[in-house]
């Protein structure tokens, strides 16, 4: 079991701040372990607030094709679910960031339901987001996070209705993560105008942060959605970067300069 919730403690600490979270993904294995492990550690410096690590799948249906190709990079590089959670192993050694791991139920329920939650424990997870399973079908694993002290987080949609946002309200830990888009993720010029009023009906039903994700990829659109929620998801632009100078030995430092640069959209 964990010793501590760091999600909660996380969220709690940039309340007092007056602060948004800035929540950062990326693809375990992309472009391979040992330099997602180095991107992490980069990350946690340049100021990001949890970390969003994908677990590689091959056939992520929610992911536009940035985050889809991403996983198909990781797979290619040998990145397996048991290599994943080595890697928040061996992160641990050095850094508390708080970690998601994020991804799609079948890898899971091959490794088994039970075995995984007290991996990911063991390893220093702190939660995991299911993104194909829904909690009226989610309650098993959500029994065997709840057991090893992880969090269940769920998302909800532009589409959610009252009753889902209810279920969803009551069966999620850590933070509810706010989809701004129908659709598959991916970075976008310019933000849906309706994310403040559909953010502000989910508070209606919840004392959880709220992190808002799907198509956030700069400075300003971090400030802009930091101004009604309590955190920002960003996953295609990070990834976008990595893709571009994965060969570069300055790999993990070109991605902690652009989420700096986030992160000052937080404050």
């Known amino acids: 079991m964990t010793e501590s919730r760091r999600i909660a403690a996380r969220f709690a600490e940039l309340k007092e701040k007056d602060e948004g979270a800035l929540i950062a993904f990326i693809t375990a294995g992309d472009p391979d372990l040992k330099k997602s492990k180095d991107i992490i550690l980069e990350i946690d410096k340049a100021g990001a607030d949890i970390i969003e690590l994908g ?138 105008k309706e994310i403040k009023g559909s953010v502000k009906t989910v508070r209606g039903f919840t004392d959880l942060p709220i992190g808002v994700g799907f198509g956030i990829s700069t400075p300003e659109q971090v400030r802009e959605i930091c101004q009604w929620s309590d955190g920002v998801i960003v996953g295609s632009a990070i990834v976008n970067i990595i893709k571009r100078h994965a060969k570069s030995r300055e790999l993990a430092k070109k991605v902690g300069r652009f989420v700096a640069s986030l992160k000052k959209g937080t404050r």
């Not at 890697?87 to 641990?92: A, D, T, Y």
């Not at 708080?98 to 039970?114: A, D, H, K, M, R």
């Not at 989610?138 to 998302?155: C, N, Y």
């Open 55 to 192: 677990i590689p799948f091959s056939d992520p249906m929610a992911d536009g094709p940035t985050i889809q190709e991403s996983s198909e990079r990781a797979l290619l590089a040998g990145a397996t679910l048991p290599g994943v959670l080595k890697l928040i192993k061996e992160v641990r050694k050095t850094s508390e960031i708080p970690i998601v791991l994020f991804g799609y139920y079948n890898p899971i329920f091959v490794y088994g339901i039970e075995r995984f939650a007290r991996d990911a424990a063991k390893a220093g997870a702190d939660g995991a987001l299911v993104v194909d399973l829904p909690p009226e079908e989610g309650r098993d694993l959500k029994a065997a996070l709840d057991s090893e002290g992880l969090d269940h987080i769920f998302t909800l949609t532009p589409t959610s209705n009252d009753k889902r946002m209810e279920i969803v309200s009551k069966e999620s830990t850590g933070f509810i993560y706010y989809v701004s888009v129908a659709g598959v993720t991916g970075a976008r010029s310019s933000l849906s």
